[in-house]
């Protein structure tokens, strides 16, 4: 049975734990790192300063091509952080937290003096969602900085998206993120380890989710078209992509989402609903060594 004050007080505790934790802050640093340099810096170094001889595809110019970088379309860019390398990230968070606590053996003390073994795996599964719900905000707060500038540079409007796509935006973050947290954090309590997770996670990222429907897509037919729409990484692209491109003529050879932004958001909930109780039997059910 769950007491409320025993959950809050195994709240207190890991939050003070991830406060702590030197790698939390290196994810976050490297996260927005990724997202300034790669996302806006690179890319818009590009646009500004084409390499002789660069042809741009039919009716795009670098200047329609630099509206991704301005405020306007701060939601979509941040976004980008989102996929398979925000997604590397939240994983290994989520392997981080719970295969820590079996490496250095504090597992068994913390479950032999109490709280119960579902009131850590809940405190755990809260500090980890705030934790990604701070990312999520810090991602959005530093692709405005950087379209703010960027804006300012070019002498562009700065104008911003509504505040319906802002919020749909860190939802979409904070959800995607935590279906690759929980499923780490799946991985961990399964093997009882981070190690071996970490290495498993990242062959199904790599593997399954980029080379499977990322490049064999293109030659496997209607058959993997619909497989992809039963697995997470597809539908997290899809509900990126439901945000539509920065310009109308980018959108038209943009790739389309392979299902609606609200069964996307169905399939991944229902992917980290999965991992969550999973997880739960797992620590729940079985002796820790």
């Not at 590397?88 to 490496?103: K, N």
């Not at 997770?197 to 199904?204: F, T, V």
Request: proline share 5%; net charge positive.
């Amino acid at each position: 049975m769950i007491r409320l004050d025993s959950l809050l007080g195994a709240i207190a505790g890991e939050s003070l734990k991830m406060l702590r934790r030197p790698a939390v802050y290196v994810l976050g640093a490297i996260l927005l790192a990724i997202l300034v340099l790669i996302s806006y810096l690179l890319g818009w170094f590009f646009l500004s300063y084409p390499p002789p001889g660069t042809r741009f595809p039919e009716g795009l110019n670098p200047a329609e091509l630099k509206r991704a970088f301005y405020p306007i379309n701060l939601v979509r860019q941040a976004l980008s952080n989102a996929s398979v390398l925000g997604g590397v990230l939240a994983l290994i968070l989520g392997v981080l937290t719970v295969g820590s606590e079996y490496g250095w053996g504090t597992l068994k003390t913390i479950l032999t003096q109490r709280p119960a073994r579902l009131e850590i795996f809940l405190a755990k599964t809260v500090t980890v969602a705030g934790t990604l719900a701070v990312f999520a905000i810090l991602n959005l707060a530093a692709a405005a900085v950087m379209s703010i500038l960027l804006g300012l540079v070019d002498q562009q409007s700065l104008t911003f998206p509504n505040a319906v796509q802002v919020i749909a935006g860190l939802g979409t973050t904070w959800l995607i993120w935590n279906w690759y947290a929980a499923f780490g954090g799946f991985l961990a309590y399964w093997f009882r380890q981070s190690a071996l997770a970490i290495g498993i996670g990242l062959a199904y990222l790599l593997v399954v989710e980029s080379l499977v429907f990322g490049v064999l897509n293109s030659v496997g037919g209607t058959f993997l078209q619909t497989v992809e729409k039963f697995f997470p990484g597809p539908n997290a692209m899809a509900l990126i992509l439901s945000f539509g491109s920065a310009t109308p003529t980018v959108a038209q050879s943009a790739p389309r989402p392979i299902v609606g932004a609200w069964q996307a958001t169905m399939v991944l909930a229902l992917y980290l609903l999965a991992a969550l109780i999973t997880s739960a039997i797992l620590l729940r059910s079985r002796d820790v060594t």
